[in-house]
């Protein structure tokens, strides 16, 4: 195997002023309640607040400012139903450039909608005849089109990164940081943050019980593939890590951990309630793993990164109120 290249802190700094002025510093927000419950101070970095509802913007921007000329012509394509390709959509628009996004036949019409209205080309694939790579990588040959991967790219983790940099810069160092962990694109990055800024602090990405690929994988020393998984968390149905994620995650990672639907669900309700904001289940993993490490996090300082707020209203209501 050749050794990957992996990107540093540098390279998340370089996207953070690559970001700046296109992002949303998100807020850092706490809950009294909560601090209580656990015996502990609780930081959230809220990317539900992002601009398109999730920290993909910030890969997704950094990964398209870095294109030459010629490769801002040709445009990007991704392929994605969820927020990456609402990143990617949106990122595009803002660089003036086009964007091809490649989604299943039964993607969400609200989601091909949301896509389209970011003025990119929906390209709909069948996902039980065809191989959504595959399409990916022939339009991106095809016609000289740049494909950018959800998580395994440099560019897209070192973007991810910037939200981690962002807390440490407004709370001061941590002792534990919690990240959701899907195919490893914002934990790796956020790996890269920590150990520049916050060398001592624990960092443990978060991963839905039913797909824990990500923790055989840290266990084993080696990465494991599985079924795509059912869960709710729709943002970490990944079979399988990365190249350079894995590179950095099994280097600066202090373990992971699993949360099961079950719980995902008392942490959305948690903070609707208590903390007004609509979380999608996804970017509610790191706190469930805070509620049930909560004995191992009595007066300590701890982070946890919200990713994401994209669900239906409805389906959030359903899920609340089953
Ligand atoms: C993509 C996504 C994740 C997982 O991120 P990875 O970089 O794939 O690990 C977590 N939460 C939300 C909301 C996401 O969209």
């Given at each position: 195997m050749t050794t990957l290249n992996l990107p540093t802190f540098a390279d998340v700094e370089a996207a953070a002023a690559r970001l700046a002025g296109f992002a949303n510093r998100t807020p850092v927000n706490t809950s009294r309640t909560l601090d209580e419950i656990i015996g502990a101070e609780v930081f959230f970095k809220c990317?539900?607040?992002?601009?398109?509802?999730?920290?993909k913007f910030r890969g997704a921007f950094n990964s398209l400012s870095k294109f030459s000329p010629k490769q801002r012509r040709a445009g990007v394509v991704a392929f994605s139903s969820g927020n990456h390709a609402q990143g990617i959509a949106l990122s595009a628009k803002l660089l003036g450039m086009p964007a091809t996004i490649v989604m299943p036949h039964d993607a969400p019409a609200a989601k091909v909608a949301a896509t389209k209205g970011y003025g990119a080309t929906v390209a709909i694939y069948d996902r039980y005849k065809e191989d959504r790579e595959a399409i990916g990588h022939r339009l991106a040959s095809e016609q000289g089109i740049t494909l950018i991967p959800p998580y395994d790219h440099p560019d897209v983790l070192a973007g991810q990164g910037t939200a981690a940099k962002e807390l440490f810069e407004e709370?001061?160092?941590?002792?534990v940081l919690f990240a959701p962990l899907g195919g490893g694109g914002l934990l790796s990055g956020t790996a890269l943050t920590t150990r520049a800024l916050a060398p001592q602090c624990k960092l443990y990405g978060v991963e839905p019980e039913a797909g824990n690929d990500g923790q055989q994988s840290f266990r084993r020393g080696e990465i494991v593939h599985i079924e795509t998984p059912k869960t709710i968390a729709d943002g970490a149905q990944t079979q399988h890590l990365g190249d350079y994620t894995f590179g950095i995650i099994r280097r600066d990672v202090d373990d992971i951990f699993t949360a099961t639907d079950a719980e995902l669900v008392e942490a959305m309700k948690f903070f609707a309630s208590r903390m007004k904001m609509i979380v999608e289940p996804t970017g509610c993993l790191g706190l469930a793993a805070a509620l049930k490490m909560k004995e191992t996090l009595k007066g300590k300082r701890v982070g946890v990164i919200i990713s994401g707020g994209n669900i239906d209203l409805e389906r959030f209501c359903s899920l609340v109120s089953a």
């Open positions: 990317e539900n607040f992002q601009r398109m509802g999730a920290f709370v001061g160092p941590l002792d």
